[in-house]
């Protein structure tokens, strides 16, 4: 049996212990509190990202058989959930199978643009990013590329973030570098920093099978989500 003043102290320090404890807890409490209150006050990052086709536009058609529309919304369903973890805002263009025409319009494809564009002007982003995979007549072509618009800055700035970290990240050994485009309806009619990734090539028997592996998709959308905070952290 301990002397009771050994006891006493003993007990009278782990009363103050847990005083501490206690206060110190709130104390980070309200340091967490304030620096949400900050993070609330200060307007979050906005990023559309665009599943390219969907609905009656399939775009590109696999080598196995995988329709485009399907991966794209695939990737950047999977992208959005990680830009949101990092407590950004996302837009999506769509979320389902289906175009952003009306049923029984005549120009569907030219709707479905002109709406993602008024979309993506709308929310005023702080950039765009428009989801697709590639195709070519020779089955060896393969890699990521990233598009800009031809000679927005901000656009080349982020293509080369992008093309960087997919390469890095999904195939070192793929050589292609970002490349301007002046032609895609998107990235003419978009005035927010705009990028298009076309993820791989769906006429590659090989890569046409990884863009179908969830775990692939995965590994995509992560390195697109570090290359856009990469760039926002730099604007
Ligand atoms: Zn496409």
Not at 20 to 37: C, D, K, L, M
Not at 66 to 88: G, H, P, R, T, W
Not at 146 to 157: D, L, N, W
Not at 215 to 227: D, F, N, P, R, S
């Amino acid at each position: 049996m301990k002397k009771w003043w050994i006891q006493s102290l003993q007990f009278t320090a782990a009363v103050a212990f847990m005083a501490a404890a206690f206060f110190a807890g709130r104390q980070a409490a309200v340091t967490v509190s304030v620096t949400n209150q900050e993070t609330d006050a200060k307007a979050k990052y906005c990023v559309v990202v665009d599943a390219g086709h969907g609905g009656d536009d399939p775009g590109k058609v696999g080598i196995n058989g995988m329709l485009e529309k399907e991966l794209n919304l695939q990737i950047a369903k999977k992208l959005a959930v990680f830009l949101e973890m990092a407590d950004v805002e996302v837009v999506m263009t769509r979320t389902e199978d289906r175009g952003l025409y009306e049923e029984g319009t005549s120009g569907k494809k030219a709707q479905d643009m002109k709406r993602r564009v008024e979309l993506m002007e709308t929310h005023a982003p702080d950039l765009v990013i428009s989801i697709h995979q590639n195709s070519y007549g020779d089955e060896t072509v393969r890699g990521a590329q990233v598009f800009y618009y031809t000679g927005s800055a901000e656009g080349k700035k982020l293509a080369q973030i992008l093309q960087h970290r997919l390469v890095e990240g999904l195939d070192p050994a793929n050589h292609r570098m970002e490349k301007d485009n002046d032609s895609y309806y998107l990235l003419k009619k978009t005035s927010r920093p705009i990028v298009i990734a076309e993820c791989g090539f769906l006429s590659n028997p090989d890569e046409a099978t990884l863009l179908c592996d969830p775990l692939y998709q995965e590994k995509a959308a992560w390195h697109l989500h570090m290359g856009i905070m990469q760039y926002l952290n730099d604007i």
